[in-house]
C-alpha cells in the first residue's frame, strides 16, 4: 500500500486573496507616508538652505509624499481594474513606490535642467514596462 508523502511535500495551503486590498486598508499607511513627506517638505523649503544634505532630502521626503498620496489611487485602481491574480498589498505599495520615484526622478532631473518632454514619456514607459513584466512573472508563476 502507498503511503502519503511527508508533510515536507505537501503543498501548503495559504489562503489566497479573491481580491484586491481595500481602500480603507491602505489609508493608515497613506497618511503616515503623505504626514511625513509633505510637513517634511514644507518644514525644509521654509527653514532650510538648499545646501547638500537638505537637497538629498527632499528628495527622500518627496518620494514619502508621493508615495503616501498616490497609495489610496493605486489600492483603488487595482480594485476598478482586477486581475487574475489579484494586486496583493505588496504589489499596491510597489506601484505606488514607483510613482513617488518616477516623480522625484522627474524633479532630479528638471533641477539639473535636463528634463525634455521625450525623457518623461521614456522613464513613465520603461517603469510601466517594469511594473508589466513584474506582474507578469507574479501570473506565470506555477503553483500545484
Same mark, same amino acid.
Given at each position: 500500500? &502507498?503511503?502519503? /508523502?511527508?508533510p515536507?511535500?505537501?503543498?501548503?495551503n495559504? @489562503?489566497? #486573496?479573491m %481580491?484586491? !486590498?481595500s481602500?480603507?486598508?491602505?489609508? !493608515? =499607511? =497613506?497618511?503616515?507616508?503623505?504626514?511625513?513627506?509633505?510637513f517634511?517638505?514644507?518644514?525644509?523649503?521654509?527653514? +532650510?538652505? !538648499?545646501?547638500?544634505? #537638505?537637497?538629498?532630502l *527632499? $528628495? *527622500?521626503?518627496?518620494?514619502?509624499a508621493?508615495?503616501g498620496?498616490?497609495? @489610496?489611487?493605486?489600492? *483603488? &485602481?487595482?480594485?476598478? $481594474? !482586477?486581475?487574475? /491574480? #489579484?494586486?496583493s498589498?505588496?504589489?499596491?505599495?510597489?506601484e505606488?513606490?514607483?510613482?513617488?520615484?518616477? $516623480?522625484? %526622478?522627474? +524633479?532630479?532631473?528638471q533641477l539639473?535642467?535636463?528634463?525634455?518632454?521625450p525623457?518623461? &514619456?521614456?522613464?513613465?514607459?520603461?517603469?510601466a514596462l517594469?511594473?508589466?513584466l513584474?506582474?507578469?512573472?507574479e501570473?506565470?508563476?506555477?503553483? /500545484?
Open positions: 500500500m &502507498l503511503e502519503s /508523502p511527508s515536507i511535500y505537501q503543498s501548503t495559504l @489562503p489566497i #486573496p %481580491t484586491s !486590498p481602500i480603507r486598508s491602505t489609508l !493608515p =499607511a =497613506a497618511a503616515l507616508l503623505a504626514v511625513i513627506g509633505w517634511g517638505l514644507v518644514y525644509l523649503i521654509i527653514e +532650510t538652505l !538648499p545646501t547638500l544634505g #537638505p537637497r538629498w *527632499f $528628495f *527622500f521626503l518627496s518620494v514619502l508621493l508615495t498620496t498616490s497609495l @489610496p489611487v493605486a489600492a *483603488f &485602481l487595482n480594485r476598478r $481594474f !482586477p486581475t487574475k /491574480p #489579484p494586486a498589498r505588496a504589489v499596491v505599495v510597489r505606488s513606490a514607483l510613482v513617488g520615484i518616477y $516623480f522625484a %526622478t522627474l +524633479t532630479w532631473l539639473g535642467r535636463v528634463l525634455t518632454l525623457l518623461v &514619456l521614456l522613464l513613465a514607459a520603461g517603469l517594469t511594473e508589466w513584474i506582474r507578469l512573472r501570473r506565470s508563476r506555477w503553483e /500545484p
